[in-house]
């Protein structure tokens, strides 16, 4: 099979008309939740987006797209790099998909190219849906079953293949110029896991950016001509696969085309604004907590097991939001995570300091056949001598745990208002879910249009 013709042609027939009602309001939330993020994301405190934001100023051009959090439009590639960035800088954005920080990439990056089309809600949400499908199967088709082969972060990678789909669509690109955007995306895709040592947190979610900006360059060039490797899909010399994975599975990228939808199948949403696989552990750790009625100076050291291949992201990390460690103990004496934990360093507390050095990561292979993707078993002993002990399979939130409408809706206020006063977010959150009925983008992005401000999270 060509699988890269099957899949283009796809892509080049898909329209709004393909998404179920189910669809449409699943998209309305991933992007509802996904703006709340990226307000958050856009603020000072985030230097990574913040300085994206300032380069696509300092760069230039014509006033096509509006920088999420800002007070001015830049060329759609700037917009999606320095919107791309903001996307995952304050890793709480929910719906991820196939091992991947999906709409991160895709919300900025469609929403990019949808200003600068003058597109209607309608196309905004097919781009959208059409973004999910591609990077989810690229993605699938070179799964192993290790949770980052061969060092590449997957959101970042197959995100190019994402954004290039979604921007695509809204330059309609036919079956031909779809191939060469695909395979100009697949060409440049990168994102290394080497951020995983960068305390900065900076390279972190640039990476997101870059993939957003990357697919829709890929695009975009694709409409002008630009030719690309034809087959993109299909194995051979110097494969995807090959790079990325070391497997090829290629079945897996027209699995089920045409018949469900893979925006259909996103995990769920997050509470905490931290690494996933460490949410297991916080839910069951502050289940204990509540349950046995302790707290954190109650704990005299906390245990915490996970499946052997997460631990290597999560064990010790310089990132403060990738460090098990720093995460657990911040979560016992604060009751929570918030933003400014993940900032700020809040070991100058000794109580987080001390639990910190009491708490360790086991990641135990037994636990890896376990259905659950990232499930965590958590021991605490009390310093009465106790040992308690709790299981959490799917955090809350999680597909499997949903959250229910309103948390979500509450979720999203606590991150917009960040940002705007509480009558600005529930505007905005009235004109999300009336997305399909807009005339043109430019409308959602006016009111995502912020002047500076200085004020710092704590």
Known sequence: MNYTAVLTSYAARFTYTDLPPAAVEEAKMIILDTVGAL?????????????AG??????????????IGRDFKVPCESAALANGTAGYAADIEGASVARQHAPAVLVPAALAVAEREHADGKAFLAA????????????????????????FHPSATFGYFGAAAAAGYLLRLNQAQFANAFGLAGTNASGLMTWVDDPTEHS???????????????????????????????????????????EMHPERLVEGLGESLWIMRAGGYKRHPCCGDTHTGVDALLTLMDEHRISADDIASIVHRVKADRAPVIDNNPLKSHCAQYVMAVAAVHGKIEPGDILQDRRADPRIRDLSARTRLVGDPAMD???????????????????????????????????????????FMNLATTRM??????????????????????????????????????
């Open 54 to 67: 300032d380069l696509a100023l300092r760069t230039g051009g014509a006033p096509e797209s509006t920088v």
């Open 204 to 246: 972190r979610p640039l990476g997101i950016g870059m993939a957003a900006r990357g697919g829709v360059t890929a695009a975009l060039l694709a409409g002008m001509g630009v030719g690309g490797p034809p087959a993109i899909f299909d194995g051979g010399k110097y494969s995807i696969y090959d790079a990325y994975a070391g």
């Open 369 to 411: 056949a376990w259905p659950a993707q990232a499930p965590a078993v958590v021991e605490v002993t009390t310093r009465d001598g106790r040992t308690l002990t709790a299981r959490v399979d799917w955090a809350k939130g999680r597909r499997e745990n949903p959250m229910t409408k309103a948390e979500l809706e509450g979720k």
């Open 421 to 458: 006063p509480r009558v600005a977010a529930s505007r905005l959150m009235e004109t999300v879910y009336g997305v399909d009925r807009l005339r043109d983008m430019n409308e959602l992005g006016a009111l995502l249009q912020i002047p500076r401000t200085e004020g710092r999270i704590t």
């Open 39 to 51: 307000l958050l994301g856009s603020s000072p405190q985030y230097g990574a987006s913040w300085l």
């Open 128 to 151: 959208l849906a059409l973004g999910y499908e591609m990077c989810s199967r690229a993605g699938e088709a070179c799964r192993t079953g290790h949770s980052y082969p061969h060092s």
